[in-house]
Nanobody, 125 residues
Framework: QVHLIESGGGQVQTGGSLNLSCVVS????????MGWFRQAPEKEREFVAAVSWSGASTHYADSVLGRFTISKDIAENTVYLRMNSLKPEDSAVYYC??????????????????WGQGTQVTVSS
């Protein structure tokens, strides 16, 4: 059984920073392609950032490019999302996703096998 546990959400002012973490438990011998998605109220879930199973390749949504950084600790089966220069439009529930069968960067939500419960990020103006 695989579980993803996110942490690090919270409330910050415009221009602030937050660090999100997501730990994968179970099947710890596997490497995972991992990603972050977000969903604001009354909007569809959208891709934010993704990292390949090795951690060598990353991809970002245009809206966060240059502000957010995704990284992966393979030994700890943990993925991080460093969010700088936060804007009110970044407010959403952020979800971690993982897949043990893909080695490449995955940007489509439907391709992920496992999901976390989400962590709220609120950016006030």
């Amino acid at each position: 059984q695989v579980h993803l546990i996110e942490s690090g959400g919270g409330q910050v002012q415009t221009g602030g920073s937050l660090n999100l973490s997501c730990v994968v438990s179970g099947r710890t011998s596997d490497s995972f392609a991992m990603g972050w998605f977000r969903q604001a109220p009354e909007k569809e879930r959208e891709f934010v950032a993704a990292v390949s199973w090795s951690g060598a390749s990353t991809h970002y949504a245009d809206s966060v490019l240059g502000r957010f950084t995704i990284s992966k600790d393979i030994a700890e089966n943990t993925v991080y999302l460093r969010m700088n220069s936060l804007k009110p439009e970044d407010s959403a529930v952020y979800y971690c996703a993982a897949d043990p069968y893909k080695t490449y960067v995955v940007i489509l939500a439907a391709e992920y096998a496992y999901w976390g419960q989400g962590t709220q990020v609120t950016v006030s103006s």
